[in-house]
């Protein structure tokens, strides 16, 4: 995953490179091997959905399936929006320092 970071822009890549060394330390004293296989099939989908998405070019993205939306617990949408803020942040910083919100 560190390696597929590469490709990204260096801020996404930076913010990708942490949360995901967050996360893997979180969840390193677990024992429950349904919870590390279900933790690392996760994992391994994000790398494929992450290595589908570039290209030549780079990182293209793409929009978040309503579906997949609606599926999530009030929590992962908390966890989504502090994400959107933040990469707004990294990627307009302008606009918010003059106190426009998104």
């Given amino acids: 995953i560190l390696r597929a970071h ?11 490179d942490t949360y995901f060394k967050a996360e893997f330390r ?6 429950n091997p349904v919870h590390i296989m279900g933790f690392l099939a996760e994992w391994k989908r994000y790398l494929d959905m992450l290595e589908a998405q570039t ?5 293209r993205g793409k929009p978040l399936d309503r579906t ?16 959107m803020k933040t990469t707004h942040q990294l990627w307009h910083p302008a606009l918010d320092s003059k106190g426009s919100s998104s």
Wanted: proline share 5%.
């Fill in 26 to 31: 979180r969840h390193r004293d677990s024992t």
């Fill in 55 to 59: 290209d030549k070019d780079g990182f």
């Fill in 6 to 16: 590469r490709r990204l822009p260096i801020d996404q890549r930076s913010l990708g």
């Fill in 68 to 83: 997949q939306f609606d599926k999530m617990t009030p929590d992962q949408v908390a966890q989504l929006y502090e994400v």
